[in-house]
């Protein structure tokens, strides 16, 4: 038995590990879900794979001594490679840091199946608005920048207030859409309702709004047969700074939006927003 396992033990002491993190290279976030495929320089056979962690940290074991590629890809992110050459028993530190794919024509979407994916690859027929629109068609309200959005109903019901419904059961024994603000459910808790106005998700602060145009029980629970609407807001740690917002208009409506974001340390993220508003109805 001994003889017969000494050549397995010479055979891991000859190889190696590659380690390190993935971060945005913009503000040095973590990146967490990011694939990590190593493959032989000289051909397309990769040799091993992992995935980022909640710190943004992988590790690939086991390496044999020779020439690799490590390819670095994360959904809105342009794809990096880093050429690493493995000596025996070695191992080695790699730090990766990805941009941005600014000019990338695959909208990341995340409500359709509750993890980040490329639009084209949703399960279902979803609309995404970006800030520009956001904020160019919405005046009393977040979502009033649905209203030229395929398959979206909205009915205005008073000065800030609107009822959306994605799938042609607009009605007022309708239950609307099941609403998350960044994963959280956003419904009313006492009464169950989608109070749009009182939402954390103002139009300063909105980085995306998913509309889910078909029946989600599978993934969010029974009674969620009205679509989903998911806001995003904007990330402290990407997008910090102070910002303000001013509108008014007919009925003596007055509105000011702030939002204070940034980050301690890098570790630490904090957001602070807000509104105020009258008008008479």
Request: proline share 5%; hydrophobic share 40%.
């Amino acid at each position: 038995m001994l003889l017969g396992l000494a050549p397995l033990g010479t055979m891991a002491q000859g190889t190696g590990a590659v380690t390190g993190t993935v971060i945005d290279a913009a503000d040095g976030a973590p990146l967490v879900g990011a694939t990590v495929r190593l493959r032989a320089a000289a051909a397309p056979t990769v040799v091993r794979r992992g995935v980022t962690g909640e710190t943004g940290t992988y590790q690939l074991d086991r390496i044999r001594p020779g020439r690799y590629v490590l390819e670095v890809t994360s959904l809105g992110y342009q794809r990096r490679h880093v050429h690493v050459t493995m000596e025996v028993g070695e191992s080695r530190s790699v730090d990766v840091e990805l941009r941005r794919d600014a000019f990338g024509l695959e909208t990341i979407v995340e409500a359709p199946s509750r993890t980040r994916q490329r639009l084209l690859e949703a399960p279902a027929s979803t609309t995404v608005l970006e800030p520009a629109r956001i904020r160019r068609e919405a005046t009393t309200s977040s979502v009033e920048a649905l209203r030229a959005a395929e398959g979206v109903d909205v009915a205005q019901t008073g000065i800030d207030r609107r009822e959306v419904a994605l799938r042609g059961f607009n009605s007022a024994v309708s239950a609307g859409p099941h609403v998350r603000t960044d994963h959280r459910q956003a419904r009313a808790p006492a009464s169950g309702l989608n109070l749009y106005s009182v939402m954390p998700n103002t139009t300063l602060d909105l980085d995306r709004i998913e509309a889910v145009q078909g029946p989600a029980g599978a993934l969010y629970g029974t009674g969620v047969d009205g679509g989903v609407l998911h806001f995003v807001t904007r990330d402290p740690f990407r997008d910090p700074g102070t910002s303000f917002a001013l509108s008014g208009g007919s009925r003596r409506y007055l509105n000011a939006q702030f939002r204070q974001a940034g980050g301690l340390g890098g570790a630490v993220g904090y957001k602070f927003t807000g509104q105020w508003g009258r008008a008479d109805e």
